[in-house]
């Protein structure tokens, strides 16, 4: 298992971490944000498929910033995907 740790730009959240085991997401965290809807995330996307996940939240945008913690959290699983690939 591979962990990540992504500081994230334009957005409430200071730091997400988690882990990619064959593909899938594991042990996703946000230090920062809306706690609340963070950890939801986090259990929706718990063992699913990274690169899956990455294609749905990107774009997704919070108020107007062009971007979002979900939005980061895509781009912070293709960085993990890239680094992945070698």
């Not at 990540?4 to 085991?21: A, L, M, Q």
């Not at 920062?32 to 950890?39: F, I």
């Not at 939801?40 to 749905?56: C, H, P, S, T, Y």
């Amino acid at each position: 298992m591979a962990h990540y740790s992504y500081t994230p730009k334009g957005v409430c959240t200071r730091n997400i971490s988690f882990d990619i085991e064959d593909g899938c997401l594991f042990n996703l965290k946000f230090d920062g944000g809306c706690a609340g809807n963070l950890q939801a995330v986090a259990k929706l996307v718990e063992g699913q498929n990274a690169r899956d996940v990455a294609l749905l939240l990107k774009g997704n945008d919070c108020r107007g910033k062009g971007t979002s913690c979900a939005d980061q959290l895509a781009q912070a699983i293709f960085e993990a995907l890239k680094q992945t690939a070698g």
